[in-house]
C-alpha cells in the first residue's frame, strides 16, 4: 500500500471513530459528524495527496498572499474578470503537479513578502526561503541544460518567478506626500524593490524568441505578466522595451468613462503649452497627450466624483502602461542627437511618469536620474538657444515666452526629482534666472503657467507651493 493510500485509511478511520465516540445516551443517530464537519475547510489538503501539498503554515500564507494579492493585479489588462479565477487555478494546479514550479512560486512568495513593508522575515522563514529557492534554481538550470526544442510556457513561468530571486534594494523612509494611486494598483511598491538580474533578463528574451514572439505564449496569463515585467525593467533603466506593445493586451479609458465638470476645465488647460514650442515631432506630441488624458481620467477617479461615470481603474491601467510603453520607446539612441527642446520634453515627462503614471520607489533613482539628464540638455539649450525663436531684452537675449514656460515647468519637475542637495539648488537658482526673464510675478501667474504642461495638482501643488516660498521672493513684484 502506498504512502497517500495509507494516509487516506488513517483518515477514514479516524473519521468513524470520532463520529462513534460522538454518538452517545441523547444523542439522536442522524446526528453523526457529517464529512463536512469532519474535515478541513482551509484550502490544505488533509489527505496530502501529493507531496507538494505539504506545506508549512508560513509557505501556506505566503502563496496565499501571492495568489490573492500580488500576481492578479499584472493580468488585469491582459485578462477578462471572468478568466482570473481559472489563471489562478492553473497556477495552483501546476505548483502542485510539477516539483520545480513548487518550489520556485514558494521561494517567490516567500522573497515578495520579505520585500513588503513592515515584514521582519524570521530565521526560519529565510532558511525556507533559501532551501526552496536553491532546489528550484538548481531543478531550472538542469532542464535549461537540456533543452533542444522550444520552452513550454510552463517553463517560461518558471524563468519569470526565477528572475523574483533576488535580493531587496533598502528604500528610504517615505515623506508624508501624495502618492499615484497606480503604485499601489500594480505593486510597483513591491516588484519595484527587486534587484535586476540582467542575465535573467537576457535568458527570458531568449526563450521567447525561439517560442517564436510574445504572442505564442498565451498560457498561465504570462502575455500580460512579461509585458509588465519588459515594462517594469525598461522604466527603471530608461531604456525602450524589449517587446511591442501587444494591442489586445492594453486598453485605453473605456466608453464608460464621461468626464465631469472638472475634468472637462481641466482639458482646457493641461498639454496646452506644448502647442507654442516648435521642434517637437508628432509622435512625442502624441504621447504627451495621452499623458494628459491619463492625468484627467486618474484625478476624475482619485477624487471618487460622480462615481457612475468615473473611469474604472483597470481602463486606466491599461492606458498608463500603453502610455508608458510608447514614452519608452521614443527614447533615442545615445549615438543620436534630438533638438535640446526635444530632450528637455521628453526627460521632463519620464520625471512626470515617475510621480504619477509609472511611479517606482524612490530606492530605484529613475527621477533623480532624469534629473541630472535633464540639467544637461537645459544647459545645451541655453548653448544652442540661436536654433529657436529668441526675444531681446535689456539683459540680452532670452527665450520665446513659450520655450521659457516650457523651462519654467521642467526646471519644476527638476528641482522635485534631483536627490542630491547641490543639482536641488542649481535648479532653484535656474529658476530663478527663468522667473526673472519671465512676465510670471504671483503665485497664481506661476501655477496656471505650469498648468498648461503636464500636471495634476492633486500630486504637486503642496509641493511647488514650498518651492515657490523659496525661490518666489527673488521675483519682483
Keep these: 500500500m502506498s504512502h497517500a493510500a495509507r494516509k487516506r485509511r488513517q483518515h477514514a478511520d479516524l473519521a468513524i471513530r470520532t463520529a462513534h465516540r460522538s454518538t452517545g445516551p441523547g444523542r ?3 446526528c453523526l459528524g457529517q464529512p463536512t464537519m469532519l474535515l478541513s475547510q482551509s484550502k490544505r489538503d488533509p489527505f496530502c495527496s501529493f507531496p507538494m501539498s505539504n506545506k508549512s503554515p508560513l509557505a501556506s500564507a505566503c502563496l496565499e498572499y501571492a495568489y490573492r494579492d500580488v500576481y492578479p493585479p499584472l493580468l488585469l489588462q491582459s ?31 516567500l522573497n515578495v513578502v520579505r520585500v513588503h513593508t513592515g515584514f ?51 528604500s528610504p523612509v517615505a515623506r508624508n506626500e501624495p502618492v499615484s494611486p497606480i503604485a499601489m494598483a500594480q505593486n510597483l511598491h513591491i516588484f519595484g524593490r527587486l534587484a535586476m538580474v540582467p542575465a ?32 517594469l525593467l525598461a522604466s527603471r533603466t530608461s531604456s525602450p522595451p524589449v517587446f511591442a506593445c501587444v494591442a489586445a493586451v492594453y486598453r485605453l479609458p473605456g466608453e464608460e468613462w464621461r468626464p465631469d465638470q472638472q475634468a472637462m476645465q481641466m482639458w482646457e488647460s493641461i498639454g496646452q503649452g506644448f502647442d507654442g514650442i516648435v521642434g ?40 498608463v502602461n500603453v ?24 526627460e521632463a515627462a519620464l520625471i512626470y511618469s515617475d510621480f504619477v503614471m509609472f511611479p517606482l ?58 536627490s542630491d542637495d547641490l543639482d536641488k539648488r542649481y535648479y532653484q537658482l535656474k529658476l530663478i534666472e527663468c522667473l526673472k526673464l519671465s512676465d510670471v510675478r504671483c503665485w497664481n501667474e506661476f501655477q496656471n503657467t505650469i498648468r498648461t504642461f503636464l500636471w495634476w495638482d492633486y500630486m504637486f501643488t503642496d509641493r511647488v507651493a514650498e518651492l515657490w516660498e523659496e525661490v518666489g521672493h527673488n521675483v519682483k513684484p
Design 28 to 30: 439522536r443517530e442522524g
Design 79 to 109: 485578462t477578462q474578470s471572468r478568466e482570473l479565477v481559472s489563471v489562478e487555478a492553473t497556477w495552483r494546479r501546476i505548483g502542485l503537479e510539477w516539483p520545480l514550479m513548487f518550489h520556485l512560486q514558494v521561494a517567490g512568495a
Design 120 to 170: 521582519v522575515a524570521s530565521a526560519q522563514s529565510e532558511i525556507m526561503r533559501l532551501k526552496h529557492q536553491n532546489q528550484g534554481l538548481s531543478m531550472l538550470m538542469s532542464i535549461l541544460h537540456g533543452l533542444r526544442r522550444p520552452p513550454s510556457d510552463a517553463l517560461i513561468m518558471a524563468m519569470v518567478i526565477a528572475g523574483m530571486l533576488c535580493d531587496t534594494i533598502e
Design 200 to 231: 535573467t533578463l537576457g535568458a527570458l528574451v531568449s526563450m521567447i524568441d525561439r517560442r517564436g514572439g510574445l504572442e505564442k505564449v498565451t498560457g498561465y496569463g504570462m502575455l500580460g505578466i512579461l509585458q509588465f515585467t519588459d515594462l
Design 280 to 319: 517637437l515631432d508628432k509622435e512625442l506630441l502624441q504621447v504627451l497627450g495621452s499623458m494628459c488624458e491619463v492625468t484627467v481620467a486618474l484625478d476624475h477617479y482619485q477624487h471618487r466624483r460622480e462615481r457612475a461615470h468615473a473611469p474604472a481603474l483597470r481602463d486606466i491601467l491599461g492606458a
Design 323 to 346: 502610455t508608458q510603453h510608447e514614452l519608452l520607446s521614443h527614447l533615442k539612441p545615445k549615438t543620436v542627437n534630438p533638438k535640446p527642446v526635444q530632450s528637455i520634453c521628453h
Design 361 to 418: 520607489p524612490q530606492c530605484c533613482g529613475v527621477r533623480s536620474t532624469a534629473a541630472r539628464r535633464l540639467l544637461i540638455v537645459i544647459e545645451q539649450l541655453e548653448k544652442d538657444d540661436a536654433q529657436y525663436s529668441v526675444q531681446a531684452n535689456d539683459d540680452g537675449v532670452s527665450p520665446s515666452p513659450p520655450v521659457a514656460a516650457l523651462l519654467m515647468w521642467a526646471l519644476v519637475l527638476g528641482t522635485l526629482a534631483a
